[in-house]
């Protein structure tokens, strides 16, 4: 009786060592931003309004992290109407067939401290490529609620040409009003899901 107790104890022990936190994104205290250079002199900046994310991971370090996220191409959000309507037209991002970008990781490294290294397939107008994304963790905390929050800060830049996104007009001098590089800049808090 004594060795099935034990034997329950360690497989019970083992268990929890084992088991999947999973995390759900916080959109309230989250933002999803980009900016692109304009004309060559300046830079557009944009966000989107409408994503989810999770988060899965058994290891405190999360090295072992899975992260799915996924951005409702519709929500973008430039501060000019007339743009957002052509962004998502059919010669930019044709959201009417792309509806979603979508981003699925295959390794969160840790660097060294709180950085690491992201990396995962992104989905973009119904192209995959791999990107990669520098990651700061700030660590987590409890909201006045009790929720036990994860905080996190990542920075990127992608090829819009890559994902076929190669809409651009000419300016006077016959350069391009639309830069190839699109710098991609995500402050996502994450919620412990209970």
């Known amino acids: 009786m004594k060795s099935t107790l034990i034997a329950l104890s360690i497989l019970a022990s083992s268990l929890s060592l084992s088991a999947q936190t999973k995390w759900i994104i916080d959109p309230v205290h989250s933002s999803v931003n980009f900016n692109i250079e304009h004309l060559v002199i300046s830079e557009v900046e944009g966000k989107f309004n409408k994503y989810n994310g999770t988060i899965s991971t058994a290891k405190p370090d999360l090295t072992d992290a899975v992260i ?9 959000d430039t501060d000019n109407e007339m743009r957002d309507k052509h962004l998502v037209a059919p010669d930019f991002f044709d959201a009417a067939k792309y509806p979603k ?12 401290g709180n950085k690491y290294i992201l990396t995962g397939n992104l989905t973009i107008h ?12 700030g ?11 994860a ?12 994902y076929g996104l190669q809409y651009n007009s000419l300016t006077e001098a016959g350069g391009a009003t639309l830069g190839k590089e699109v710098e991609i800049d995500l402050k996502l808090q994450f919620a412990q899901a209970k």
């Open 68 to 76: 799915d996220f996924a951005i409702d191409v519709n929500s973008i």
């Open 101 to 112: 970008m979508t981003f699925k990781s295959t390794s969160f490294k840790k660097v060294s």
């Open 126 to 137: 119904g192209i995959t490529k791999p990107a990669k994304f520098d990651v700061t963790y």
């Open 139 to 149: 660590g987590t905390a409890k909201d006045g609620y009790g929720n036990v929050k």
């Open 151 to 162: 905080g996190f800060k990542a920075k990127g830049i992608i090829n819009r040409f890559d």
